[in-house]
């Protein structure tokens, strides 16, 4: 599968039609989506990829709804995926390991957090 493939399989269709753990780009959609999922997960990625191949891949990445490509470097980029549920970020860490192009994607960070949990504010307590 080519790297446009795989981000595409994860964005095909409406939202109900996507593939599972892909999300609407939009916030509040976000926190809705997830087919009656009560949590959300965040992940930090860090991809290395061929220097040729980067702009290409990163292009690839943003398509994949939930991801934000925050940097690109000397084929080193950083990343952010968002999803309704940790199974998910697996499966979109996944695909993009298996772009060609890339020679590694690895989970930085994952943080899963209960819906009704995530406009608590945060106290140094």
Known sequence: MRGSDAARALT????SERAPGAIPSDPPARLAAGCGSSTFSVAGVLVQAHERAANEIAAA?????????????????AI??????PASIVEQLTAIQRMPGVLSAALVSEHSAPLDTIDEELTDE
Request: hydrophobic share 40%; net charge negative; charged share 25%.
């Open 12 to 15: 095909r269709g409406s939202d």
């Open 61 to 77: 990445l943003r398509e994949i709804p939930g991801a934000i490509v925050h940097a690109c470097t000397a084929g080193k980029l």
């Open 80 to 85: 952010t995926l968002e999803a309704a549920d």
